[in-house]
């Protein structure tokens, strides 16, 4: 069993910038993908950013592209998920996920989640 810890989050007004992290508790090689969702109250969750922890290559939902930059570090335990130009509508739960990279949208391993406002 993988467990997932997520950091960061919290307030910032639109226009400004928050991180989160989210360590592996440790590394299988079943963590070939590591990303985030998010879902505001009274919407479906939605992907936002996944990253390939072995190759690197990445993908965005459109509505977070060029603000939004996911990226791994060298254990490939931990991944974080950079905010830039935040805007009122990115105010969600953000939920770390990890698993095969063909099981999204549905990754095996969820963290609890982090609270994310952007008041305007």
């Known amino acids: 069993q993988v467990q997932l810890v997520e950091s960061g989050g919290g307030s910032v007004q639109a226009g400004g910038s928050l991180g989160l992290s989210c360590a592996a508790s440790?590394?299988?090689?079943?963590?070939?993908?590591m990303g985030w969702f998010r879902q505001a109250p009274g919407k479906e969750r939605e992907e936002v950013a996944r990253?390939?922890?072995?190759?690197?290559?990445?993908s965005y939902a459109d509505s977070v592209k060029g603000r939004f930059t996911i990226f791994r570090d060298n254990a490939k335990t931990t991944v974080y998920l950079q905010m830039n130009s935040l805007k009122p509508e990115d105010t969600a739960m953000y939920y770390c996920?990890?698993?095969?990279?063909?099981?999204?949208?549905?990754?095996?391993?969820w963290g609890q989640g982090t609270e994310v406002t952007v008041s305007s």
């Open positions: 996920a990890a698993g095969g990279c063909s099981s999204w949208p549905r990754p095996d391993y």
């Open positions: 440790r590394y299988t090689a079943s963590l070939e993908c």
């Open positions: 990253i390939h922890i072995g190759g690197g290559w990445d």
